[in-house]
């Protein structure tokens, strides 16, 4: 189950809404990292416009809501916009709201992804033999999404693997690849000991800097030619 709504619009259509908050990271005194706007509105962008994506919508507007005071609006939205650009997407509209009222000590960003999608019916995805498991990109948070940047995997690549047919994508957020791993299958419980894979899978992943790919064996060079190096496999054992 992600972490969206769905809303029904017509017969065939839905609408999917998503949404990720930050708070304590930005260019106050007293945030805890210290990151220019445009990157805390790109990765709460980010994380909204997956779990939207992986839900199966395409998203059509965001909304921003900023406590960071006016200044940074700009900015704010230049990070959205960068995140509209490396998922092709345009003619994406970008509303929101200020408090200019009071000034926090901290800064602090909402956003929500809306996303449309064709009405089908939910399936279970299955733990069986014929499943293969990967982890797309590294698990970071706070500073570490700074320092390494080339281990985030790309949101191009996520849209052109969610693309692929018969493939299940996941993103993985705070409470890490474990339990992302248990929110996707339904027919098992897995614990750290039944996952092989040299990634973290209890660590958090942060604003989405991996996700969980599911696929069959007819997909392996697909996803990885897609994903070159940001490919780890993860093997199930019992």
Known sequence: MRDIV??????????IIASDNSGAIGMKHEDLVKVPYETVAYYSFRVAAMECIAAGGEPIS????????NEPWEELVKG????????GLNGVSITGSTESNFSLNQSAVGLIVIGKKEKNSASQ????????VAIIGMPLVGNEIVE?????????IFQEISRLNEVVIFPVGSKGILYEMNQLFSNVVLGKENLRTDVEVLKSSGPSTCFIV?????HTE????AAGDYFHPLKIEF
């Not at 965001?62 to 005071?69: A, D, Q, R």
């Not at 390494?148 to 191009?156: D, E, F, G, R, T």
């Not at 599911?214 to 007819?218: A, D, K, P, S, T």
């Open 6 to 15: 769905t809303i029904p619009i017509t017969t065939r259509e839905a609408l």
């Open 62 to 69: 965001v909304v921003l809501h900023n406590f960071c005071g």
């Open 80 to 87: 959205i916009q960068t995140g509209l650009g490396e998922l």
């Open 125 to 132: 995805v299955l733990l069986s033999e014929n499943v293969n």
């Open 148 to 156: 390494q940047q080339y281990n985030v995997a790309p949101l191009s």
């Open 214 to 218: 599911v696929y069959q064996e007819g």
């Open 222 to 225: 697909k996803i990885r030619k």
